[in-house]
């Protein structure tokens, strides 16, 4: 059942006994693509009363009656900085994850920017002493000073900001558990010591010490030294207790917590989620893209430079088991909206799934080495023929006519397996099949620890001859990032040139967004490679990239 999302609701379902109120800068979508919805079911079924404020106002906040145990606020599945404004600070004119994709009016949006922290203040104004705790993507990224490129500058940790009393980071199941059981044995004042994916502010530092804020803020490589020590330490089992000075406190962050095993993502892919958009809100784009698609695993062993996902849900794979996987599509193929066409089964990269590693299967190797680059670690296994399995189980449900792969594919894993780009193009691939090269040029492409030089080329010639050998009517739509660090002029000539030839679409070049705690934002917003502390070319001004982008869109400056 979908969860009272409005003081009505409330007063109605709960008599206005309520325990935990959860804030989300997303329209309310009670389906597990959502983050939200999955925090709020697993409390409800622990027996809590929730109830959901979606993209709220500060005066819908003040119909809420005082919860009796706490606030979670997240600013939604994307970064509320990322979701208002484009790669070069221009406000966004769309916004999928509200009613009709509608972002709201220019000065009074939807979802705010720094929509934390303004939901954070509004709380602390409304519930005075109410413990709050913040999580979500947007929590996670932040949780250290970091470069924010909307402000260009570098910026205290979300926790000091918003003056939340513990931050939750990566998906945050067991976290949000534990701290809901602390508060209810000890009240406001729990303690918020030790819980593994959380950070908190003390007046003494712990553990490992970063560059404090005022260094990151003073001195060119205080941010890439912060970010080797936050990488060396975000892998379960393996990582120590950071601090960092911001003012005259300390952010206290413990390790990270460990994934989700098997059992357990399936018990939270197993919850009663309706599937549907709450009353409040209509027609959001990004449920409509996902309605019909199944997570069937977390995690991601890519490592590339600029992406967030990594940061946020580790590279440890979990994968969900195949009966959890095949009950869903029972689900799935009941609903009104279900019309044949399950639209992807798949995770951060699709051909993940069952992958693990042969060294430790829970914890893989720490800060050691990458599972996929330069080249795959031998330790590393991937199943794609558990993988193919799944879907062949999923198409032969009497009520699915197709299921697609909607989530992306790695290059190098599809390149390892002679017949497995056969069977998605033939069999699993609707109109188009999307790619991520991202680049071109092999020393941007080292920056990034993106492919090895020629592998999309490979790619192509082989999916070029797959698609006459059966006569297909599909296209391969690569996407490539513009202007990411270390893409000097000739690199972007190359790039240029190989747009040009083969006709690339202009939405499928994007230009790079520095989101914040990746490596590749570290540099872009130093210069240093925070590997070796040598300089990186970095094309950062407004001028340079905009000529850039008009240069290989091959439109008139
Ligand atoms: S040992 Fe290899 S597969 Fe395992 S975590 Fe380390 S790099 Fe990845």
Known sequence: MILPACADEVAYYYKNNLDILLLTGDAYVDHPSFGISIIAQLLKKQGYRVAIAAQPTKSTLRNYPRPNLLVGITAGNVDSILSNYTANRKIRSDDKYSSGGSPGFKNNRNRPPRATIVYANWIKEIFKGIPVVI?????????????????????????????????????????????????????????????????????????????????????????????????????????????QQQDSRYIICNPPALPVDTVKLDEIYGLPYSRTVHFLFKKVPAFEMIANSITSHRGCVGNCSFCSIITHQGRIISSRSESSILEEVDIITTLESFHGHITDVGGPSADMYGSYCNFNSQIGCGSRRFCL????????????????????KILSHPKVKKVSIGSG?????????????????????SGMLKVA?????????????????GEFEKFYTRFTKLKKEFKLRIQLVPYFILSHPGETESDLELLSRYVKKNRIFSKAIQDFTPSPLTRSTAIYASGINPDNGQEIYVAKKDKIRKRRRTKILNKKP
């Open 437 to 453: 090269p991202e680049h071109i040029a092999p020393q941007v492409l080292e920056v990034m620890r993106k492919y090895q030089p």
């Open 373 to 392: 680059y330069p080249k795959p670690c031998l330790n590393f296994i991937n199943q794609p023929d558990k993988y193919f399995q799944l879907l062949e």
């Open 409 to 429: 594919l790695r290059l190098d894993l599809a390149l390892r397996h002679d017949q497995y780009l056969k069977k998605i193009i033939t069999t699993y691939t």
């Open 135 to 243: 999580g979500g993507i947007e929590a996670s990224l932040r949780r250290f000073a970091h470069y924010d490129y909307y402000s260009d500058k570098i910026r205290k940790s979300i926790l000091a900001d918003s003056k939340a009393d513990l931050l939750v980071y990566g998906m945050g199941e067991s976290q949000i558990l534990e701290i809901v059981k602390r508060v209810e044995h000890q009240g406001p004042d729990f303690d918020r010591s030790g819980i593994p994916g959380t950070c908190y502010l003390q007046s003494s530092p712990q553990g490992k010490i970063l560059p404090s804020y005022e260094e990151v803020v003073n001195n060119k490589s205080g941010l890439p030294q912060a970010y080797k020590i936050i990488s060396q330490h975000s892998h379960p089992g393996y990582s120590s207790i950071l601090s």
